[in-house]
């Protein structure tokens, strides 16, 4: 069905009003304004005109001041003006187009050429309003499409995760914990001098992003050394350290295949997950370092340990003793804070352990709103750490 546009006409004069109402009205829904105050009042009851035929000669607010009013306001600054005056002189043209009008149509009005101006003008908007809907629907649908690569990402992320922690006999708890205990952690440096820079919020989220993938080295450590109940030999110790190195190599490894077939285009556009692989390696290869450099595999200590390695070191290490793990019971708050405090300044960077102390009540609340399934009250005895 086509659409009937709707017109205002705007003149001080009965006469002009008259005229031109009588030459569109077949045509078109039309409303009249005696005067520019009248016109604007007009404008905010619905429906919005689609054009606006507006003499710039009346007494009191002129078509220029009606203009300028129309243009100021949201819901009116996109209506097509075409401007009626008995006024000669390019001057007075080129000024009311640079505030805004389509076209002008002098005085005596011509029929053929005011029907023609007006279809004009009237096509034109309707072509601008189907660009604008089709600009809508693409910005929504490129959203849409995005919002789903990035639950498909995240979905990918968290089962490669889970795969992990399920050949660890842990379950998908640890993952959500530790995310979330880096993220309390995260937030709570982000204004810290030292942390500042690497905690910029963009890159905060690829951390959290990236941090349910730690352990996914663990997917190459033989299941007798994984799994084995109590402590490991030396020899098995060692294997069992390689977790770190095989998890960052096998990301990095990924990235750079993916690098190497993509274009420059796709190199580009994939900008933010290489970032976020990055991320996701570091996380991998370096939370088991120490800050006093006796960690593994590199040695790394104090700043030389990425950031987001040293966030993710104090979130593994406090769930693995507040939690029961195959080779140990679980630990209580008190025993683990303890147990963290002690290694502030040797195992973790100072300020990571201060901002826990800050954000304890938190982890808490975190270690209780999502428990594993087999969870005991035995906190007598701990053991050690793989």
């Known amino acids: 069905m086509t659409k009937q546009h709707s017109l205002l006409i705007v003149d001080d004069t009965p006469q002009n009003l008259s005229v031109l109402g009588e030459l569109l009205q077949p045509l078109y829904r039309v409303r009249v304004a005696n005067s520019g105050e009248r016109a604007l009042k007009v404008v905010e009851s619905p429906p919005l005109p689609d054009l606006i035929l507006l003499d710039v000669m009346m007494p009191g607010m002129n078509g220029y001041a009606v203009l300028q009013q129309l243009r100021a306001t949201a819901e009116t600054a996109a209506i097509p003006v075409i401007f009626i005056t008995a006024m000669e002189g390019s001057e007075n043209e080129e000024y009311g187009l640079s505030l ?67 050949r660890d006999n842990e379950t998908g708890q640890h993952i959500l914990r530790t995310q979330a205990y880096v993220e309390i952690l995260a937030n709570a440096l982000a204004e810290h001098p030292r942390f500042k820079a690497a905690l910029a919020p963009e890159q905060i989220s690829r951390i959290i992003k990236a941090a349910p993938l730690h352990d996914v080295g663990k997917i190459g450590i033989p299941d007798a050394i994984l799994l084995k109940p109590g402590r490991l030999t030396d020899d098995e110790m060692a294997i069992m350290r390689t977790h770190a190195e095989i998890g960052a190599t096998a990301i990095r490894r990924a990235m750079q295949t993916s ?19 990055e991320i996701a390696a570091e996380i991998a290869g370096s939370h088991h370092e120490k800050w006093d450099g006796s960690g593994y595999p590199a040695g790394l200590a104090g700043d030389a340990i990425p950031v987001s390695g040293r966030l993710m070191a104090l979130a593994d290490v406090f769930d693995a003793l507040l939690n029961k793990r195959i080779y140990k019971p679980p630990m ?55």
């Open 100 to 166: 805004g009008a389509v076209d002008y149509i002098t005085k005596p009005i011509n029929p053929a050429i005011v029907l023609a101006r007006v279809k004009t003008q009237l096509e034109l908007k309707d072509a601008r309003d189907r660009l604008s809907d089709q600009n809508t629907w693409l910005e929504a649908e490129v959203a849409r499409r995005m919002r789903e690569n990035l639950l498909i990402q995240d979905l990918s992320i968290r089962a490669l995760a889970n795969l992990a922690e399920a």
């Open 259 to 277: 690098l190497d077939e993509a274009d420059a285009e796709e190199s580009k556009q994939g900008r933010d997950a290489f970032a976020f692989l």
């Open 332 to 386: 209580s708050l008190e025993e683990t804070s303890r147990i963290i405090l002690e290694g502030r300044g040797s195992h973790f960077d100072p300020a990571v352990v201060d901002a826990f102390i800050a954000c304890r009540n938190r982890f808490a609340e975190v270690a209780a709103s999502y428990p594993d399934a087999d969870a005991t009250a035995d906190t007598d005895q701990p053991g050690p750490s793989h």
